[in-house]
C-alpha cells in the first residue's frame, strides 16, 4: 500500500516568506509527528497529533511554526517568515498511536532551503 | 529530559566483520527502545524494537541488546555487507511515553 507522502519534496524560498509543508499519512494511522533534520544532524521533534486529542506542540522552536491536522488526516506545517536557520530536512511520520511500540513510518520529507 | 548519545559519529569496519554500534541514555530507563536505518535523501525506516524485559531480540543479521543498568542498547550487525551502509539512530519514548526521542545516529561505512 502507499506509504507517507511528502510535498514538495524540495522547497526553495526567500527569507521572509511563508511556506506550508504537506504531509499525507498512511491511511487508518491516528499519529502524525512532524521532525526537522538539519545536515548530519538527529531528528528534532516539533510536533505531534494523535486522534482528536489536542496536539503536543512542545518542539516547535518559535511561534512562527503551527502545524494542524485537518480531519485526522492530512497535516500542514506552515512556517512564517521563514528564517535562514530554519533550512533543514522536514520529516513526517505516521503510526497506529499504540504509543512507546509503536512503528513510525517516515515520509521522504521536503528539504527546505531559505536563501 | 531524556538525552541521548551514540558512539562516534561515523563507524568504518570491513565487509565480513561485526559492526557494533551503541545507543546510551541518561535519564530514566524506558520500557521499549527502537533501532532505524535512514539512508541519504530518505526517511528513516524502522528495524527493531526491543522491550525493557528483553535482553536481546535478534533479526536475521541483526541483533540488539538492552541493559538497562548501564542504560544502554548495543545494535550489531553480523557479516557486515556494503548494503548495510547508512546512518542508525536510536529512538527511545520521552518522559511521557507518548513522543519519541531519537539520538544524533551513527553513520556505518562498511568497505569492500
Known amino acids: 500500500g502507499a506509504g507517507v507522502s511528502q510535498s514538495p519534496s524540495n522547497k526553495v524560498t526567500e527569507k521572509g516568506k511563508d511556506v506550508e509543508l504537506r504531509c499525507d499519512p498512511i491511511?487508518?494511522?491516528?499519529?502524525l509527528y512532524w521532525y526537522r533534520q538539519s545536515l548530519g544532524q538527529g531528528l528534532e521533534f516539533l510536533i505531534y497529533?494523535?486522534?482528536?486529542?489536542?496536539?503536543?506542540k512542545s518542539g516547535l522552536p518559535s511561534d512562527r511554526f503551527s502545524a494542524e491536522r485537518t480531519g485526522g488526516s492530512v497535516s500542514t506545517l506552515t512556517i512564517q517568515r521563514t528564517q535562514q536557520e530554519d533550512s533543514a530536512v522536514y520529516l513526517c511520520?505516521?503510526?497506529?498511536?499504540?504509543?512507546?511500540?509503536?512503528?513510525?513510518?517516515f515520509g521522504p520529507g521536503t528539504r527546505l532551503t531559505v536563501l | 529530559s531524556q538525552k541521548i548519545e551514540q558512539n562516534s559519529e561515523a563507524l568504518n569496519i570491513q565487509e565480513g566483520k561485526t559492526a557494533t554500534l551503541t545507543c546510551n541514555y541518561t535519564?530514566?530507563?524506558?520500557?521499549?527502545l527502537q533501532w532505524y536505518r535512514q539512508d541519504p535523501g530518505r526517511g528513516p525506516v524502522f528495524l527493531l524494537l526491543?522491550?525493557?524485559?528483553?535482553k536481546e531480540k535478534r533479526k536475521e543479521r541483526l541483533k540488539v541488546t538492552f541493559d538497562t543498568t548501564l542504560k544502554q542498547s548495543l545494535f550489531h550487525i553480523t557479516a557486515s555487507q556494503p548494503a548495510d551502509s547508512a546512518t542508525y539512530l536510536c529512538?527511545?519514548?520521552?518522559?511521557?511515553?507518548?513522543?519519541?526521542?531519537f539520538g544524533p545516529g551513527t553513520r556505518l561505512s562498511v568497505l569492500p
Open positions: 511520520a505516521s503510526s497506529l498511536g499504540l504509543g512507546p511500540i509503536d512503528t513510525q513510518y
Open positions: 491511511s487508518g494511522h491516528t499519529a
Open positions: 497529533f494523535q486522534g482528536n486529542s489536542a496536539p503536543d
Open positions: 535519564n530514566y530507563s524506558p520500557a521499549y
Open positions: 526491543i522491550r525493557e524485559n528483553e
Open positions: 529512538a527511545l519514548p520521552d518522559n511521557y511515553g507518548q513522543n519519541f526521542v
